[in-house]
């Protein structure tokens, strides 16, 4: 199957199962709420710099441009990392690049964010908690974003996964499945655009242009599916 037609179905499955009563507000850069609620979780984009219109980090500009091959250039590709909120004080559990931590998201404070909030009982909610809280100190998913490179880049239907190793939106996944029957993708290969579009988070904020890192990397994929399309219709032997 193309991998258009792939992800027109995933999207359309994604659409169907959206639970509804899902609420999410958009914080600017230095607004915070007043509490947190356990078991929500955040939506960031990695910065060099703070403000709503900060420069993208090279490895954020990487990330949005595999969501792009999945979502276009969309407010839902806006997202590089994601994290789930464990107290009303805002700590957080998030999957970083030196492993699964705990932290408080007040960090982020100097950048825009998402915050989702699902519905959910209190027992889903200490579960979905519970959950990322046992994995503090779990190592980073290095193998899972390879493979979520790979199958952006090439369009394979390829998941690399290690038990006790996740990624950041792994980890959200694999948590908030406490609140829904399951993701249509496996959480292994959900990306934080993944999240956003599932749970339908939009910021309304202007999309900024893709510079020229971001216009090359965009253009990988149309490469890589040029060269696949040529050459599985090799040209007819001469006569």
Same mark, same amino acid.
């Given at each position: 199957?193309?991998?258009?037609?792939?992800? #027109?179905?995933?999207?359309?499955?994604?659409?169907?199962?959206?639970?509804?009563?899902?609420?999410?507000?958009?914080?600017?850069?230095?607004?915070?709420?007043?509490? /947190?609620?356990?078991? #929500?979780?955040?939506?960031?984009?990695? =910065?060099?710099?703070?403000?709503?219109?900060?420069?993208?980090?090279?490895?954020? +500009?990487?990330?949005?441009?595999? %969501?792009?091959?999945?979502?276009?250039?969309? #407010?839902?590709?806006?997202?590089?990392?994601? =994290?789930?909120?464990?107290?009303?004080?805002?700590?957080?559990?998030?999957?970083? %690049?030196?492993?699964? =931590?705990?932290?408080?998201?007040?960090?982020?404070?100097?950048?825009?964010?998402?915050?989702?909030?699902?519905?959910?009982? @209190?027992?889903?909610?200490?579960?979905?908690?519970? /959950?990322? %809280?046992?994995?503090?100190?779990? +190592?980073?998913?290095?193998?899972? /974003?390879?493979?979520?490179?790979? %199958?952006?880049? /090439?369009?394979?239907?390829?998941?690399? =996964?290690?038990?006790?190793?996740?990624?950041?939106?792994?980890?959200?996944?694999?948590?908030?499945?406490?609140?829904?029957?399951?993701?249509?993708?496996?959480?292994?290969?959900?990306?934080?655009?993944?999240?956003?579009?599932?749970?339908?988070?939009?910021?309304?904020?202007?999309?900024?242009? @893709?510079?020229?890192?971001?216009?090359?990397?965009?253009?990988? @994929?149309?490469?890589?599916?040029?060269?696949?399309? #040529?050459?599985?219709?090799?040209?007819?032997?001469?006569?």
């Amino acid at each position: 199957m193309h991998r258009r037609q792939r992800e #027109d179905q995933i999207h359309a499955a994604l659409r169907h199962l959206r639970p509804e009563g899902t609420i999410v507000t958009h914080y600017p850069p230095g607004v915070a709420p007043s509490r /947190f609620v356990p078991g #929500d979780f955040s939506l960031h984009r990695a =910065a060099v710099n703070h403000g709503v219109s900060g420069a993208t980090t090279r490895i954020g +500009k990487c990330i949005q441009a595999g %969501e792009r091959t999945r979502y276009g250039n969309t #407010d839902f590709a806006r997202w590089t990392h994601s =994290a789930l909120i464990v107290s009303e004080d805002g700590d957080v559990c998030e999957a970083l %690049e030196t492993g699964v =931590a705990r932290d408080n998201i007040e960090k982020y404070r100097g950048t825009d964010y998402m915050i989702v909030q699902p519905m959910g009982s @209190p027992e889903q909610r200490a579960l979905a908690c519970a /959950f990322a %809280e046992s994995h503090v100190g779990d +190592k980073y998913g290095i193998l899972n /974003f390879a493979g979520l490179v790979i %199958e952006c880049l /090439f369009g394979w239907n390829l998941t690399i =996964a290690m038990d006790g190793q996740f990624i950041c939106s792994g980890l959200v996944s694999r948590a908030t499945e406490k609140y829904i029957a399951g993701y249509p993708r496996s959480p292994e290969d959900m990306m934080p655009a993944d999240l956003a579009y599932f749970w339908g988070a939009e910021s309304g904020e202007p999309l900024p242009a @893709p510079g020229p890192l971001g216009r090359f990397l965009n253009l990988l @994929p149309l490469i890589v599916d040029l060269v696949r399309h #040529d050459a599985s219709h090799p040209p007819p032997a001469g006569g």
